[in-house]
């Protein structure tokens, strides 16, 4: 399908930009599919820092209470037991559990062609030249996207995130700059717009839309390229 395609500058390009059915118009879309990759996105990213202290590690309750026999109370070896005041925790976090869920590789890449196809079917995508930030100012980009009507939350898709398009987007709360090879459900799901560099489309179209490519893309990734 045609969509709104921008020069570098902003301005509106001669030619728009055509999206690959087989990443951008795979419908209907499966939302339990959906569902399983952003909230695994989310619990992958979890940090596990819940600790709660047995019995054994509270401090204190070496001394036994009272006597084991004749006091007429129940009998106590420490003060520290899970049932009185000051006690340890029984069945309370460790810090050891595991909370990430596997999403297997093709599943993930067509959670992320369905996540592609909903944005492009609701008109959240706008493809730009290349996404140039000579100056890494953010004034500037502030002033690309409006011009471009890149509203809300704005998902920047670029083929390499640089130290100048880092620069140009880290402070603004509404932009987030991702590279190409990193798109994922949440963020594809969570954004208003979503400006996708040409660079970034072609390898977009080359890794999801066939699985022998993704491969070859992805060690292509790994060196690096200019925007």
């Avoid at 129940?74 to 003060?79: I, L, M, P, V």
């Avoid at 963020?187 to 491969?215: G, P, Q, R």
């Amino acid at each position: 399908s045609m969509i709104p395609t921008f020069t570098k500058s902003g301005t509106k390009a001669a030619t728009a930009a055509k999206l690959s059915a087989a990443v951008f118009a795979v419908m209907p879309a499966n939302h339990e599919l959906l569902k399983l990759a952003y909230v695994a996105y989310l619990a992958n990213g979890r940090e596990n820092l819940a600790v709660t202290k047995t019995r054994g590690l509270v401090r204190g309750g070496g001394k036994k209470p009272w006597k084991q026999k004749g006091t007429g109370r129940a009998r106590f070896g420490s003060t520290r037991n899970p049932i009185w005041r000051g006690g340890g925790i029984v069945f309370g976090p460790t810090g050891l559990e595991n909370y990430t869920k596997k999403v297997a590789v093709g599943a993930k890449r067509r959670a992320i062609r369905q996540a592609l196809s909903l944005a492009a079917d609701e008109g959240r995508i706008r493809v730009i030249e290349t996404f140039e930030c000579k100056n890494g100012k953010i004034s500037e980009t502030v002033a690309l996207l409006n011009k471009i009507e890149a509203t809300g939350s704005v998902l920047l898709v670029v083929s390499a995130k640089d130290a100048l398009v880092e620069r140009a987007t880290r402070n603004l709360p509404s932009v987030k700059a991702v590279q190409a090879m990193y798109l994922n459900v949440y963020d594809i799901m969570n954004a208003d717009t979503i400006v996708i560099s040409e660079k970034s489309l072609d390898i977009v179209n080359e890794w999801l839309a066939s699985a022998k490519k993704a491969a070859k893309v992805l060690a292509k990734a790994e060196k690096g390229g200019d925007e």
